[in-house]
């Protein structure tokens, strides 16, 4: 009989991984953080087992551990002591992100820090912009973002991350950042960002639930392809450094497309929904929280992400360290 004997490249552990066209790393993670003020304060949030509100002073504690798995990148998110209609907090040079990154280069100093850019988790309102007549005025949401990406720069940001969704953020915070002498500093844009319900539990993290409405009219459609094509083709012509698929699990064919189409590095962001689901499916004892999560991995990699924020991005190291 003529046919092909593909379990060949099959038949041991060895084998298995002599022939692995995919491969995960823990330098592929870039782990979220989220900083309060106050002292003393490590809150669980409570639909994201093991993710903490941390006051700054255990900044030291929690940066050193992460730097010892082997991590070498994490994002920073803030919850203001106070909000106001216009997220002043934001672009405060003494605000909650910008005292956590200078905080943050002096104790690691090699570890890239990049600094989430909106405006959501510090508005009364929590939506990413300045709102007039209950909506979201694009162009002057665009001035208090290039201002919020400067004074992030200034704290040490090494990468910005603007993930708001205003028409033309990335040239904008590119103008910003390029006046004030930040040439250097890469835009890590949040290019393709749907307008999903797997964002649930960060809103509970980051204290940035909508009063009103919804984020419809300027988060993309969940139905839409070549819309993602085009927001990412102006970003890439704004100045974009990386392009960024969020959220990464449902959207596995986006990032396949944008790998081919654009040479620049992709991240995927494996988001809370995705990581609140496997914990409790976990914790009931339905699935082997390893295995999935190595495996919802490693999708995300092979479907071209060449990095990717994920909240198990510690877990993740240790069972890499592992092996």
């Known amino acids: 009989m003529n046919f092909q004997r593909h379990r060949r490249l099959r038949k041991s552990a060895s084998m298995r991984s002599l022939v692995r066209?995919?491969?995960?790393?823990?330098?592929?993670?870039?782990?979220?953080?989220?900083?309060?003020?106050?002292?003393?304060?490590?809150?669980?949030?409570?639909?994201?087992?093991?993710?903490?509100?941390?006051?700054?002073?255990?900044?030291?504690?929690?940066?050193?551990?992460?730097e010892s798995l082997g991590i070498q990148s994490i994002i920073v998110f803030g919850v203001p002591a106070e909000k106001d209609d216009c997220g002043s907090s934001a672009y405060d040079h003494n605000g909650i992100v910008q005292k956590a990154i200078s905080q943050i280069?002096?104790?690691?100093?090699?570890?890239?820090?990049?600094?989430?850019?909106?405006?959501?988790?510090?508005?009364?309102?929590?939506?990413?912009?300045v709102i007039e007549n209950g909506e979201v005025l694009n162009d002057e949401t665009l001035t208090l973002l290039a201002k919020t990406a400067v004074s992030q720069a200034k704290a040490g940001a090494d990468i910005i991350a603007p993930s708001n969704m205003m028409d033309g953020f990335v040239a904008a915070i590119r103008q910003g950042l390029d006046e004030a002498g930040f040439y250097d500093v890469p835009i890590m844009s949040y290019a393709v960002k749907y307008a999903s319900s797997f964002y649930g539990p960060f809103r509970d993290a980051a204290h940035s639930t909508p009063q009103f409405g919804d984020r419809k009219t300027y988060q993309m459609d969940p139905a839409n392809r070549l819309e993602a094509l085009r927001e990412a083709e102006s970003d890439v012509a704004e100045g974009a450094d990386f392009l960024m698929v969020k959220p990464a699990?449902?959207?596995?064919?986006?990032?396949?497309?944008?790998?081919?189409?654009?040479?620049?590095?992709?991240?995927?962001?494996?988001?809370?929904?995705?990581y609140s689901m496997i914990k409790a499916?976990?914790?009931?004892?339905?699935?082997?929280?390893?295995?999935i999560v190595l495996e919802k991995l490693i999708s995300m990699k092979r479907a071209g992400a060449d990095l990717i924020i994920t909240y198990f991005a510690k877990d993740a190291a240790r069972w890499l360290n592992e092996k």
């Open 105 to 129: 280069k002096e104790v690691a100093p090699s570890l890239t820090v990049i600094a989430d850019t909106c405006l959501c988790q510090f508005t009364d309102h929590g939506h990413c912009g």
């Open 21 to 66: 066209e995919t491969h995960l790393h823990v330098s592929d993670f870039i782990y979220p953080l989220f900083f309060v003020e106050g002292e003393n304060i490590k809150k669980e949030v409570p639909s994201m087992p093991g993710v903490y509100h941390l006051s700054l002073d255990l900044l030291q504690e929690e940066v050193k551990e992460i």
């Open 249 to 274: 699990l449902s959207y596995l064919d986006i990032l396949r497309e944008l790998k081919d189409r654009y040479p620049l590095p992709l991240v995927a962001y494996n988001v809370s929904g995705e």
């Open 281 to 291: 499916a976990a914790m009931n004892g339905w699935v082997d929280e390893k295995s």
